[in-house]
Nanobody, 116 residues
């Protein structure tokens, strides 16, 4: 059974930092492209960042220079370091594991709220 379990969300003030973690089980983690997506109220889910099995990264323009995605294959975990957070970063953040259809899985999401 595949599980992606996110953690690390919460309430933070503008300009603050958070680190999200996603622990995967039930998949050959090192072969998967891992990603973080987010969905704000009333908006579509959008890509935040991805990291391939070769550790090549890709970021949404809105988070470039502020967020960093990384992975630890020994721990089957992907991270998202979020710095200089803005109110518009408020959303539910979802972890994704992708090796091409039908091998695509989602976590349950973790809430990130940026507010003073």
């Amino acid at each position: 059974q595949v599980q992606l379990v996110e953690s690390g969300g919460g309430l933070v003030q503008p300009g603050g930092s958070l680190r999200l973690s996603c622990a995967a089980s039930g998949i050959s983690f090192s072969f998967y492209t891992m990603g973080w997506y987010r969905q704000a109220p009333g908006k579509q889910r959008e890509l935040v960042a991805t990291i391939t099995s070769a550790s090549s990264t890709n970021y949404a323009d809105s988070v470039k220079g502020r967020f960093t995605i990384s992975r630890d294959n020994a721990k089957n975990t992907v991270y998202l370091q979020m710095n200089s957070l803005k109110p518009e970063d408020t959303a539910v953040y979802y972890c994704n594991a992708d090796r091409g259809p039908p091998l695509r899985y989602w976590g349950q999401g973790t809430q990130v709220t940026v507010s003073s």
